[in-house]
């Protein structure tokens, strides 16, 4: 079991920025991963970041949000500027030991997720 534990959610205007955290075990081995879930939406995956750090970003966030890690302290990170109200969501971490093959939305599904952040954007 993998615990992952979120931070760094608030509330903030139209334009500005918020940094999320992630306290996970081991992530420079693992793909690691931001979704987000608005109310009465599907979850969307928002950023991907592998052991090798190879990033790939939604389109709706490419250019406005980075997502990073620190080993070191086993923490991943993701940084959101220029929100915006359609940002806001529950914001999930994840992670997952990938073997072979691409780190994507799709095989985090089933990996280990943590309990979520909320992040609020007014305009």
């Known amino acids: 079991q993998v615990q992952l534990v979120e931070s760094g959610g608030g509330s903030v205007q139209a334009g500005g920025s918020l940094s999320l955290s992630c306290k996970a075990f081991?992530?420079?081995?693992?793909?690691m991963g931001w979704f987000r879930q608005a109310p009465g939406k599907a979850r969307e995956g928002v950023a991907t970041?592998?052991?090798?750090?190879?990033?790939t970003y939604a389109d709706s966030v490419e250019g406005r949000f980075t997502i990073s890690k620190d080993n070191a302290k086993n923490t991943l990170y993701l940084q959101m500027n220029s929100l915006k109200p359609e940002d806001t969501a529950m914001y999930y971490c994840?992670?997952?030991?990938?073997?072979?093959?691409?780190?994507?939305?799709?095989?985090?599904?089933?990996?280990?997720w943590g309990q979520g952040t909320q992040v609020t954007v007014s305009s």
């Open positions: 970041l592998d052991k090798y750090g190879s990033t």
């Open positions: 081991d992530i420079g081995s693992r793909c």
């Open positions: 994840a992670a997952k030991s990938i073997i072979y093959g691409e780190c994507s939305f799709n095989r985090l599904l089933s990996g280990y």
